[in-house]
């Protein structure tokens, strides 16, 4: 089965909602320069929540070829949630993915894999696709535990989805010790833990699942490093952060040529 790939720039918090015109429309020409569609990979954008009504706006009207995700979301529904932003606020700005359990929310906000799991399961019930986050630290790595670790976040994070919701999902690979770093896991390390991952949905739901399931790879993607980490056969798109707010490196990503196998 072939999987479309899924090239997503995260833009973190950077890029306030003028900022963020200039850079779609930057990001839209190049690719309209290169006659891209995308009808062979999906180039999603992931601004700050006061970014999205504005980019959402742009990618509408001017049709471009542009997919508009959320860095995060509530794990409520509604209510007297001070400071939280709701799946169904986020479907109905045409959000169409939504990124779950970053490695900096963990970090800074004490996200578990319990409540990425909610944040997932609102994302689906809202008709959005979430781009679950999982990857371990330099510490577990250097233990040698980097897929044991990585295995029982993705059983956490998809605890009681079924096997549909699964195969339409994107699973992001990040080491945390490989994000804005410049430290890159080499293509073998991308693919030893994306092809356990793999592996460890078909052991949970079925092949089939696995097959459809998308993995993403995340740490210092850049245009000149994409197309090896690509070529892994169980890699099937990339995270990327800092490259992601340059217009005309993150078109090179996106529009990164396959290489001879
Ligand atoms: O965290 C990341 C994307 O979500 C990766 O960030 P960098 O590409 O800056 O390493």
Same mark, same amino acid.
């Given at each position: 089965?072939? %999987?479309?790939?899924?090239m997503a720039g995260?833009w973190?918090? +950077? $890029?306030?909602?003028?900022? !963020?015109?200039?850079m779609?429309?930057k990001l839209?020409?190049t690719l309209?320069?290169?006659? *891209? ?6 180039c999603?954008v992931?601004?700050? *929540?006061?970014? #999205?009504?504005?980019?959402?706006? $742009? ?10 995700? !959320? @860095? ?11 400071? =939280? ?20 929310? %963990?970090? *800074?906000?004490? =996200?578990?894999? =319990?409540?990425? +799991? ?5 994302? #689906? ?12 630290? #330099?510490?577990? %790595? ?9 295995? +029982? ?11 549909? @919701?699964? /195969?339409? #999902? ?7 010790? /490989? ?24 052991? $949970?739901?079925?092949? /089939?699942?696995?097959?459809?399931? %998308? ?6 993607v850049k245009s ?6 690509? +070529? ?8 990327v952060?800092g490259a992601s707010l340059q217009p005309e490196e993150f078109a090179a990503i996106v529009l990164?040529?396959? $290489?001879?196998?």
């Amino acid at each position: 089965m072939t %999987r479309k790939p899924i090239m997503a720039g995260n833009w973190k918090m +950077n $890029l306030d909602h003028v900022e !963020a015109t200039g850079m779609v429309q930057k990001l839209a020409w190049t690719l309209a320069d290169k006659e *891209f569609d995308g009808s062979t990979v999906d180039c999603v954008v992931v601004p700050p *929540f006061t970014d #999205l009504r504005t980019v959402q706006t $742009l990618i509408d009207g001017e049709r471009m070829p542009i997919t508009l995700a !959320a @860095q995060d979301v509530s794990e409520h529904d509604s209510g007297a949630y001070t400071g =939280e932003v709701s799946a169904a606020m986020l479907a109905k700005l045409r959000v169409k993915y939504v990124v779950v359990g970053h490695s900096e929310r %963990r970090q *800074f906000h004490a =996200e578990t894999d =319990e409540v990425v +799991n909610t944040k997932a399961a609102k994302v #689906l019930a809202a008709g959005m696709t979430p781009i679950i986050c999982v990857g371990e630290g #330099l510490d577990i %790595r250097k233990e040698g535990r980097h897929v044991e670790y990585t295995l +029982n976040q993705v059983r956490g994070t998809l605890a009681g989805l079924t096997a549909e @919701q699964v /195969a339409s #999902l994107v699973i992001a690979y990040e080491p945390v010790w /490989a994000i804005g770093t410049g430290e890159v896991a080499t293509p073998e390390d991308a693919q030893e833990v994306c092809g356990a991952i793999r592996k460890e949905v078909a052991d $949970l739901y079925d092949d /089939a699942t696995a097959e459809a399931l %998308r993995i993403q790879y995340g740490g210092s993607v850049k245009s000149g490093n994409v197309a090896q980490i690509m +070529n892994k056969p169980d890699v099937d798109g990339a995270l990327v952060g800092g490259a992601s707010l340059q217009p005309e490196e993150f078109a090179a990503i996106v529009l990164y040529q396959k $290489l001879p196998v």
